[in-house]
Nanobody, 115 residues
Framework: QVQLVESGGGLVQPGGSLRLSCAAS????????MGWYRQAPGKQRELVAA???????NYADSVKGRFTISRDSAKDTVYLQMNSLKSEDTAVYYC?????????WGQGTQVTVSS
């Protein structure tokens, strides 16, 4: 069973930056796709960014040019660098791993963008 632990959320002012981390319990190259999702109050969970083991990253239109997904294979960790944050980025952010044999979600980390 793959375990995912998110960290790095918090309160930031508009225009600020945060970096989210997602640590996996297995080598992340054993995972087909790692991604970040978010869910704001009263809204459905949406894909923010996805990073296939082989292939280019994908981003939601709303975050293109502001967010960057990356990985550190030595640490079995995927990151989401969030720059130029806006109030509409406020949500609980979830890490997701799609791998052979299953799929796992992290517990989520709160990101609040407010002045």
């Amino acid at each position: 069973q793959v375990q995912l632990v998110e960290s790095g959320g918090g309160l930031v002012q508009p225009g600020g930056s945060l970096r989210l981390s997602c640590a996996a319990s297995i080598n992340i190259f054993s995972i087909n796709v790692m991604g970040w999702y978010r869910q704001a109050p009263g809204k459905q969970r949406e894909l923010v960014a996805a990073l296939p083991n082989f292939g280019d990253p994908n981003y939601a239109d709303s975050v293109k040019g502001r967010f960057t997904i990356s990985r550190d294979s030595a640490k079995d960790t995927v990151y989401l660098q969030m720059n130029s944050l806006k109030s509409e980025d406020t949500a609980v952010y979830y890490c997701n791993a799609d791998y052979i044999g299953g799929m796992t979600w992290g517990q989520g980390t709160q990101v609040t963008v407010s002045s």
